[in-house]
């Protein structure tokens, strides 16, 4: 999910072998032109090759490699410069029974952190002499920090769903942490 906060929200999905996008106006097709720029085709057009078609789409990546914004070229027409539309990461539903198996001290250096659950279903991380993260879960035993853009903390889990450590990944590097036994 993509927002600006005058032109509202672009959700991407994958169907069959497509990427398509929604609006609350109208649905495209994004067809590959070359690196990380896509041709919108309207899906009432998608079958047609369309030369004058003049709307493009460009994504672009965080220092941590991930996708985090698109701009949108030739929207308004009027505008030099493209659309910028920020990623929303939707956080995913998960049990409690789930995020239990993350819960425990972890140690790192001559520090221990500790994760925890709190009000039934959110995962906090923390650190001694920092306040209390809550996190969102994001995916692949991963979770971002609410309040802190660009922290999140992935957990390390073993072929037997075990979790043996959790690594803070954070702006200035990446730190492993492993589980207390």
Same mark, same amino acid.
């Given at each position: 999910m993509y927002e600006h906060p005058a032109y509202g929200v672009i959700q991407l999905f994958v169907r069959h072998d497509s990427l398509?996008?929604?609006t609350k106006i109208a649905d495209f097709y994004l067809k590959h032109y070359h690196y990380d720029v896509f041709k919108v085709l309207f899906l009432e057009d998608a079958d047609e090759e369309e030369d004058g078609v003049n709307f493009q789409i460009q994504f672009e990546s965080n220092l941590k490699g991930? *996708?985090? &914004?698109?701009?949108?070229?030739?929207?308004?027409?009027?505008?030099?410069?493209?659309?910028?539309?920020?990623?929303? *990461?939707? &956080?995913?539903?998960?049990e409690k029974d789930e995020l239990q198996k993350y819960v425990g001290d972890y140690v790192l250096g001559d520090m221990a952190a500790k994760v925890f659950v709190q009000a039934e279903n959110t995962l906090v991380v923390f650190v001694p002499g920092q306040p209390e993260y809550p996190t969102e879960p994001i995916g692949n035993h991963e979770f971002r920090l609410k309040d802190l853009a660009g922290y999140s903390v992935r957990f390390e889990v073993d072929a037997a769903g075990t979790v043996t450590a959790v690594y803070f990944i954070q702006p200035n590097g990446t730190f492993r942490a492993e589980k207390k036994k």
């Open positions: 398509i996008g929604h991930e *996708i985090s &914004a698109m701009k949108a070229y030739g929207l308004e027409p009027s505008l030099q410069t493209p659309v910028s539309y920020e990623k929303k *990461i939707v &956080a995913l539903a998960v």
